[in-house]
């Protein structure tokens, strides 16, 4: 296992952990997890890259060793500005080679359009986006954010790592004893109470008021220059967020063709978390997809 280094970074007056792995002479390559995820996830995936690497992964704020923001709602262009500082901060003035997974797949996308100079390649891991939210939806959605700031969601907590990493291992079936226990250890932390409790704001729990609208997020993806990897998983469930799988699957295809130089690739046995299920042949595909 490649050791990682931590350090930490003053953003937009928060302080956010990124973590590094490899010689820093190294190419970069950016790595963002998903919702409810952390840096140290790509952790697996890192080990069976066959190149020299300078990885460099933050923690979004709010999860893993990211300062919180003490707001009650996270809003999602700050993921845009923060991505933003931390690009100036290691790689200022270059075309980054960016990757992400999930929530982080989508910041990754529309960073990639809206500042197209700033990425070189782009590797999207199951980053489809939301079902669009209609109009008439606004007045009950902004209601459900008014009763949930009345209730703020809570983080359930776990009485050992064990028991963290017993979670893991329910929401993916493939995750081996090993792997659970380490991404355990990273993504809860115990308190004085003795209990672990996911390194994760509550807040991020919170359904957000303002609609997902599809449109504006396929203009973003239309301005993006740089070549795109687009990776899904053979057992993904993204149907669970996107819909019945027979129109999910046409609206996915839908966005897809919205990108001007995209290569679409399948990881075989592999579900949602694909970067801890195949982390080799993901790993394949990528450092194949950047020396292109």
């Not at 100036?88 to 500042?115: C, F, K, T, W």
């Not at 939806?137 to 700031?149: F, G, I, N, T």
Request: with cysteine; aromatic share 10%.
């Amino acid at each position: 296992m490649l050791i990682s280094r931590s350090d930490f970074l003053d953003v937009r007056g928060l302080r956010l952990h990124v973590r590094h792995w490899g010689d820093e002479a190294a190419p970069k390559l950016f790595m963002l997890h998903g919702w409810m995820d952390m840096s140290a996830s790509f952790q697996f995936m890192v080990d069976c890259l066959q190149g020299q690497w300078h990885v460099i992964a933050p923690d979004w704020r709010g999860f893993g060793l990211s300062e919180r923001s003490g707001a009650d709602t996270y809003w999602f262009p700050d993921y845009l500005a923060d991505l933003d500082a931390i690009l100036d901060g290691y790689a200022p003035n270059q075309a980054v080679n960016l990757l992400g997974h999930s929530m982080g797949g989508n910041i990754a996308g529309l960073y990639a359009g809206v500042r197209p100079q700033r990425v070189g390649r782009l590797i999207n891991l199951e980053g489809f986006g939301l079902p669009s939210a209609p109009p008439a939806q606004y007045p009950k959605r902004v209601a459900k954010w008014l009763d949930e700031l009345r209730e703020p969601p809570a983080m359930r907590s776990y009485a050992s790592l064990d028991e963290v990493a017993a979670r893991l291992r329910k929401t993916n079936p493939r995750l081996s004893f090993e792997r659970a226990a380490f991404l355990a250890s990273h993504w809860a932390e115990q308190g004085r109470d003795g209990k672990w409790t996911i390194l994760g704001d509550p807040a991020h729990k919170m359904t957000g008021p303002l609609p997902y609208r599809v449109d504006e997020i396929m203009a973003a993806w239309e301005a993006i220059t740089a070549p795109v990897l687009w990776v899904e998983a053979e057992h993904t469930d993204m149907w669970r967020w996107m819909g019945p799988k027979e129109v999910a699957r046409a609206e996915v295809d839908r966005r897809m063709a919205h990108l001007k130089q995209v290569t679409a690739r399948m990881v075989p046995a592999a579900g949602h978390m694909l970067h801890h299920d195949q982390p080799e042949l993901l790993a394949q595909m990528v450092e194949a997809f950047l020396a292109e």
